[in-house]
């Protein structure tokens, strides 16, 4: 597993890994950026990101790539229903079959599970942790990295879809029950408050948390986020449309990827975006 991690990881420990699996959830609307899929993988894999997440699927179009500079692969190891503007009859998050053995014949560094905790959905809830705890033992036997995504949601007032919850009472427990069922790598959404993300970090202990982007945001105002987290200890970020949906994908892979490794100011890392656009 460490070896796995050490090729995850940048030498400093930190990592950026770019999510290009959103078309696995069956929403319209995560499309995207990414519905020419070979051009998206090709943008991405051109600025050097630390690992890109895919589905079984597209993880072709990263794996086929020669040379031994390619970003890592996440893989992604289960399907769910949750993101959908109109709320289904019934919610479910799939397990795919023999994910770890997947994952190993692609060369994967890691794959990636959700730990869903919905309102008045506790059979949703159950049905993730029996995914997380099926697939520990066997990430054990094969030496695969876990990471675990604990998402708390909630409904909004008008959009009639589920939104993410940042609130922390939701956040901080179920960050700590992905690290007791064995989470190698946390994937976590950050908390309304920004200062409140240290009690996300402290329940984590030794697991590193790398921090969700969500939803597309201002430029200027996903730069200054990353620069937070990063300064309040977070080990990464994990993007995916505020990457993939942005006009010139390859120049804001490297903007983040200046935050995170070189500790770039948000100011520094907009200049790096628009030389890159220029």
């Keep these: 597993m460490r070896a796995r991690l050490h090729r995850l990881l940048g030498p400093d420990g930190n990592c950026f890994d770019v999510a290009i699996d959103h078309g696995v959830f069956n ?48 893989l992604r190891t289960d399907v769910a229903n949750v993101y959908g ?26 794959v990636v599970v959700n730990l869903l905790l919905l309102p008045d959905q506790p059979e949703l809830h159950r049905q993730c942790v029996r995914n997380v705890v099926a697939l520990k033992p066997v990430c054990e036997r094969f030496g695969m990295p876990l990471m675990v ?17 940042g609130d922390v009472a939701k956040i901080v427990p179920l960050v700590r029950q992905a690290v007791e069922l064995g989470a ?32 597309k945001a201002d430029e200027a105002e996903i730069l200054r986020r990353t620069h937070a987290v990063m300064r309040a200890g977070a080990r990464g970020i994990v993007y995916g449309r505020n990457v993939i949906q942005h006009p010139n994908p390859t120049a804001m892979t490297r903007a983040f990827m200046a935050i995170v490794h070189d500790g770039a100011t948000p100011e ?11």
């Excluded at 500079?69 to 996440?74: D, S």
């Excluded at 998402?151 to 939104?163: C, D, E, N």
């Excluded at 520094?268 to 220029?278: E, F, K």
């Design 27 to 74: 929403e319209p609307t995560f499309l995207g950026g990414i519905a020419d899929m070979p051009r998206a993988v090709a943008a991405i894999v051109a600025a050097g990101p630390d690992a890109i997440q895919l589905t079984p699927g597209q993880a072709p179009l990263l794996q086929n790539v020669p040379g031994r500079t390619k970003p890592a692969l996440v």
């Design 184 to 215: 190698d790598l946390i994937k976590a959404d950050p908390p309304d408050e920004p200062a409140d993300l240290a009690r996300v970090l402290e329940v984590a202990g030794a697991v590193p948390v790398l921090v969700r982007g969500g939803g």
């Design 85 to 110: 503007t109109t709320l289904p009859r019934a919610l479910f998050c799939e397990p795919m079959t023999d994910a770890v053995e997947q994952a190993v014949r692609l060369d994967a560094a890691a």
């Design 149 to 165: 995504e604990p998402i708390a949601m909630k409904l909004p007032s008008a959009q009639g879809g589920y939104a993410v919850d």
């Design 268 to 278: 520094q890392a907009l200049a790096i975006l628009r030389g890159s656009h220029a």
